[in-house]
């Protein structure tokens, strides 16, 4: 027997839920109350930690199950849960079966209370119900009205895509080498120092290759946007990781890894292309190996190589670590620097501080930069240890402990908001020329936010938006705003769409 639609009106979308499904998201919701309840008694009896702990461990098997299952391995939701794992849960799942336990000795801090390491958990559980939310929830069918599309850039196609081709080949060895002498500059100064002063590269010279590296990157970001033949946007994502690969010399991790993931992730989206799943294990085996050297290399220290297991085991530990500020904020909230704007927002608004403070913003980890800018990473790092912070290191971050400041009800609401986003932009990429074009900020955002900000760089957004502009407006003369992805120019008229034409 089918089951009754139930229609809920979200924005401009119209989301049909079966009746069963709704019933299993009100079932889900008691379960988070019941363990809110449990994580008070967890003060008296730690067996009842334990316990969420394993209830924690079978829910997130059974949403990654899900979602792999509906969506595929390289998709943008499976690829937020193993992110979600490698960043956090990890350190949950260990506790599970006694591998480790909560605690990061960066800053010579002792692990964290009893208290303090439930509301870590519950706070899980609320990441796990936005998972199971839109795994199950928002998994059905969503039909956009088509009297009320979202209103986009439509450039020329085929001039933007020439264009980008040639750019593109033409500018890839000097971004190379662009990268090589940042790479170089960071080194000479030390990872860890870089972060503190900045990194400055002075001279016509690499002023001139820092512009053809910019264009390299405006010229991929064009092709993705583009309807560009499968086969020649893996060449050109090929190209483009090993340009980025040169990240590694200079030990930054995720600025190596984010381009591999998002063409991974991309492909399949677009192209429904995959990797064969044993060549992509052996890749990761060895992508540890050598990430796990880096951080060795990289705080001054030798790589010993203690076997394969101990390797792997020692990196999801390491990495782990994000999971530890939530704790830091919890025990530690009341140090915090006081600063009026919600830390979740700061992203939103950093771009008005780049272009109003323009020269703290440029001169690294520094007092004045702690008491401007809101950002969870610089307030725990300086409160907990301002030595620690003024060398240049960090904490990190992570967008649930962001939402924590608003206690759970914040976590629960922000949850859910960044499930709908996350469904967003997994449904847009396949239509939206504008979301293709700036799907790189917003997957690396997505599948980060769990060990970092919950929002992407608002002057990252309005730098790449502001080259978008400038380049269709140049190579087409005129710029096409139009709602809805069927409308097509005749004459000067827009034809099937509501909107203007502006050049």
Not at 39 to 49: D, T
Not at 103 to 125: C, N, P, S
Not at 174 to 202: D, H, W
């Amino acid at each position: 027997m089918r089951d009754k639609k139930t229609k809920i009106e979200v924005g401009y979308c119209r989301m049909h839920i079966s009746s069963s499904k709704l019933f299993t998201i009100v079932i889900l919701i008691c379960i988070n109350v019941i363990n809110f309840l449990g994580a008070e008694l967890s003060r008296f009896n730690p067996i009842v930690l334990n316990l969420l702990q394993i209830e924690l461990f079978i829910i997130y098997i059974f949403v990654l199950y899900v979602s792999i299952k509906r969506y595929g391995v390289y998709s943008i939701k499976t690829g937020f849960l193993l992110t979600l794992t490698l960043f956090s849960l990890n350190a949950v799942f260990f506790t599970v079966f006694g591998l480790t336990d909560f605690g990061d000795t960066a800053l010579g801090i002792q692990y964290f209370t009893w208290e303090t390491k439930t509301k870590m958990v519950i706070i899980e559980y609320y990441i796990l119900f936005l998972s199971v939310f839109y795994s199950i929830a928002l998994s059905d069918k969503v039909e956009t009205k088509e009297n009320k599309p979202l209103l986009e850039l439509y450039p020329n196609d085929k001039a933007i895509l020439l264009w980008a081709r040639r750019a593109f080949y033409f500018t890839y060895s000097f971004a190379i080498l662009y990268s090589i002498k940042y790479a170089l500059a960071v080194l000479n100064i030390g990872y860890v120092a870089s972060f503190q002063n900045g990194v400055t590269m002075t001279g016509p010279v690499n002023f001139v290759l820092k512009v053809l590296y910019n264009i390299f990157i405006l010229s991929f970001y064009l092709i993705c946007s583009s309807e560009e033949d499968g086969k020649k946007f893996d060449k050109c994502g090929l190209l483009y990781i090993s340009c980025m690969a040169i990240h590694f010399m200079q030990g930054s991790r995720a600025a190596a890894i984010i381009p591999i993931l998002f063409v991974l992730i991309f492909r399949y989206e677009v192209y429904r292309k995959k990797f064969n799943t044993v060549a992509i294990g052996i890749f990761a085996v060895l992508l540890i190996i050598a990430m796990q050297a880096m951080t060795f290399i990289r705080v001054g220290t030798t790589f010993d190589y203690g076997g394969l297991p101990d390797t792997i085991f020692n990196f999801l530990k390491t990495t782990a670590s994000s999971l530890n500020i939530a704790g830091y904020y919890y025990q530690y909230r009341d140090l915090l620097n006081i600063n009026n704007l919600p830390y979740a927002l700061e992203p939103i608004v950093r771009v008005v501080s780049i272009v109003l403070f323009p020269d703290i913003m440029a001169k690294g980890q520094n007092l004045e930069m702690v008491k401007m800018r809101a950002s969870l990473n610089h307030q725990i790092t300086y409160s907990l240890s301002e030595e620690y912070y003024l060398s240049g290191a960090g904490v990190g971050s992570n967008f649930i402990a962001e939402m924590s400041e608003f206690y759970f009800p914040g976590v629960l609401i922000g949850s859910i908001i960044f499930s709908l986003w996350i469904v967003f932009v997994s449904k847009k990429i396949r239509t939206s020329r504008f979301i293709r074009y700036f799907s790189a900020l917003f997957i690396n955002q997505i599948l980060f936010a769990p060990r970092a900000e919950m929002l992407f760089d608002s002057y990252t957004f309005v730098k790449w938006a502001f080259f978008y502009v400038a380049a269709v407006w140049l190579l087409t003369g005129k710029i096409h705003l139009k709602r809805g992805i069927h409308g097509v120019m005749e004459g000067g008229k827009l034809d099937n769409a509501v909107g203007g034409t502006y050049g």
